[in-house]
């Protein structure tokens, strides 16, 4: 019998496991240290990233539960929604994208696309948004789509986990740290679940501290093994998708010195934090450092 979850692998076209290489740039102290990186960017070129690590096995559920239809939530640039929408053409399965703002006059290159894959697009104020996790809101979406699946904002939920412990089995070798950035908390919850002998340091990449903390707490049971970890919110440049010059100057050298790509939203953010922590000789000398690269170039088009 052939395993379903390579099944789903192969149906969509995802080249895994993705490589683990060794960082080669030039940043003041970086021989110190042993830094990698995992490149989850290269996983698929719409399904990237973390979005795969958080999807894979609510999309086998699914498949399992012959699901007609999914509801799931995002901004007009959501990585979440865009792999989403693809991976559900592919399988048939209808999507609802409850979207926040109005782009119906000029849609974002992200809704352009989904549209295209015959996502059913709904447009959202602000308000109504910030109910996407509120029981009486969900309870009434579910009556409206009696036959839908609500997966939630950035796929991040209990099912999203199991899909990092593929991550972190995949590893070839053992790492003191791994760095990952912090939007929603499925990618850093799943790591930590993952729960390897090193510690997990989380960026965020929105102004959340607390927040952050929290909504990666409810989403590991309390029972669970867990690795030492933390977040930082030095990195967070002003918010969400906020950046700075300097930050953008950052991307465009970081690839040309690597020739990998990375976007200021998540992975400039990461990867800046780390040259700075590195810089400052943040880890004891030595250290193995994985920096994972989550992927989601599509957003900064
Ligand atoms: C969504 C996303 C993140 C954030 O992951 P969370 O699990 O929501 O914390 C990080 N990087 C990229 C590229 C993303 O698209």
Redesign the pocket.
Known sequence: MTDPSDDLTLQLGITSPSPEQPLQVDWENIASYQVFIKRD?LLHPII????WR?LKYALLDLKDRSVPEVVSFGGGY???LHALAYACQALSIKLIAVVRGDYSQQLTPMLNDIQDWEAEIRFVNRIEYKQRDDATYLATLQAQHPKATIIPE???QHL?LKGLDDLVSELERDYDYVL???????????LIQACGKHTVL?IA?LKGQDYLEDMVNRLMPDDSAKSSWSINHEFHFGGYAKRNAELSGFCVEFQQQTRISI?P???GK?FFAARQLIAEKAFPPGSRILLIH????Q?SR
């Open positions: 960017d990237s990233g973390n979005k958080k959501s990585n979440h950035g796929g991040s999203a990952a950035p912090v939007g929603s908390g499925g990618t850093l919850a799943g989380g990449v976007e939203v998540y992975s990461l989550t992927g989601g170039l957003g």
